[in-house]
């Protein structure tokens, strides 16, 4: 039996600069991938060369069926040395999103996606509350240059990861963390920093960035609304939270601190994006791994589509604002898979419109196979599989199959 999603549901793709473009050698990641001992597993290099591909990627999206397209400016890019704005940066970005609008494509855009300009990583990064003006100042510039053409944009891109990196970092213990400390330290070093200063968003301080990204979001938003001609959000990264019995007072507390505290800081907006890959189960004594034979992603996560409807309604629950799903995927070689988890996971988001919820749209992570961030190129969570030395694109089936539900608005 198919269902039908409501008219003028949204169906996308997204994609991160960094993880695409290539080349991005003012950010603060490029110096931490490049340098001796890194904690990468290789550096992003030339990524898939989006930043000159972009017009083909664009046309194919529109070919395969999607309507929507969510990637990032960035800021490393915008602004490479603080207070000098690249207008030949700002007019890419432009052409860019003129590319989509020519294409029929409604252009997402993200101000934020985990990297930034060395230079602010450098001072203090998101854990000084200097950030606060700094990224709105970057957001005014940016919305001057592009606002007329965005259909939406997305502050800051998963908020709240970093307290949610810190916390497991915590419950963890210190296993790992010296290393994490001597490449920070190495880091400030070759960029003439102070020790204890170089604070890259997701090896930061997550209870130090916390309330300066939610200061963040709220000054951009303002700055931001004006110059923007649609609507503006931020996106969450917000994973199902459950319990085993006695594991609810650890779930609450971690709830409010990792989702929560942001949900309810977002009342007003114009809508909040759900990012969402996997559940997470709380026993009284900390997180508990998937069990023995779950299956598992490429990225170790437990294979739980159902999640997603489950942090739809928390989210639209707390923070009150119409939802847009911004990520949804998996990590996998075999597309088999894909297919399954994006039909269980929009299962769930027909179960959550039927009951009212004011869901507004799909938009699956990721357009093409990319950089996986500590991971480098292993996991694979592309719609579209990237040849990295020809920069040559083949859909998978899914990349069909999802641009066929796009197109009738129905699975
Ligand atoms: C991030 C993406 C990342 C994806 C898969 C999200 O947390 O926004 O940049 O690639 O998850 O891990």
């Not at 207070?83 to 993200?110: E, K, W």
């Not at 809508?271 to 069990?291: A, E, L, S």
């Amino acid at each position: 039996m198919t269902q039908k999603f409501p008219d003028g549901f949204l169906w996308g793709t997204a994609t991160a600069a960094h993880q695409v473009e290539g080349g991005n050698t003012a950010s603060d990641l490029w110096l931490m991938e490049m340098m001796k001992d890194s904690l990468f597993a290789e550096p992003s290099g030339d990524a898939c060369d989006h930043y000159h591909l972009y017009p083909s990627d664009i046309a194919l999206l529109k070919a395969l069926g999607f309507g929507v397209y969510r990637f990032s400016i960035e800021w490393a890019r915008v602004e490479p040395e603080e207070g000098f704005f690249s207008q030949a940066a700002l007019d890419h970005y432009r052409r860019m999103i003129a590319a989509c609008l020519a294409n029929g494509i409604v252009p997402m855009v993200t101000f934020h996606h985990f990297t930034a300009p060395l230079w602010f990583t450098r001072d203090g990064g998101w854990e000084d509350a200097k950030s606060v003006d700094r990224f709105a100042r970057y957001c005014e510039r940016a919305g001057q240059a592009l606002g007329d053409l965005i259909a939406y944009a997305c502050t800051i891109n998963e908020a709240n990861i970093p307290i949610m990196v810190t916390m497991i970092r915590e419950a963890v213990g210190v296993a790992g963390s010296g290393r994490r400390e001597a490449a920070l330290a190495e880091a400030a070093r070759l960029c003439g920093g102070l020790p204890g200063r170089f604070a890259p968003y997701l090896s930061g301080n997550g209870h130090a960035t916390a309330p300066n990204l939610i200061a963040a979001h709220r000054k951009s938003y303002e700055v931001l609304k004006p110059l923007v001609r649609g609507d503006v959000g931020i996106t969450l990264s917000l994973n199902e939270f459950q319990a085993e019995p006695g594991g609810e007072g650890l779930r609450d507390m971690a709830d409010h601190a990792i989702n929560g505290q942001f949900l309810e800081s977002l009342k007003g907006d114009d809508f909040i994006g759900v990012q969402t890959y996997t559940r997470v189960r709380f026993t009284k004594d900390g997180v508990r791994p998937p069990r023995d034979g779950v299956e598992l992603t490429q990225m170790n996560y437990e294979f739980y589509p159902e999640a997603l409807e489950a942090c739809i309604r928390q989210a639209a629950t707390v923070s009150h604002c119409p939802v847009i799903v911004t990520e949804n995927g998996i990590g996998t070689e075999d597309d088999s898979r894909r297919i399954e988890y994006t039909r269980r996971a929009l299962q769930g988001c027909l179960r959550a419109i039927a009951d009212g919820i004011d869901l507004r749209g799909y938009i699956h992570w990721s357009m093409l196979d990319n950089f996986e961030w500590l991971e480098g190129y292993r996991p694979k969570f592309g719609l579209i599989e990237v040849d990295r030395a020809t920069q040559l694109r083949n859909p998978k089936p899914s990349a069909y199959w999802l641009g066929g539900v796009a197109r009738r608005n129905e699975i």
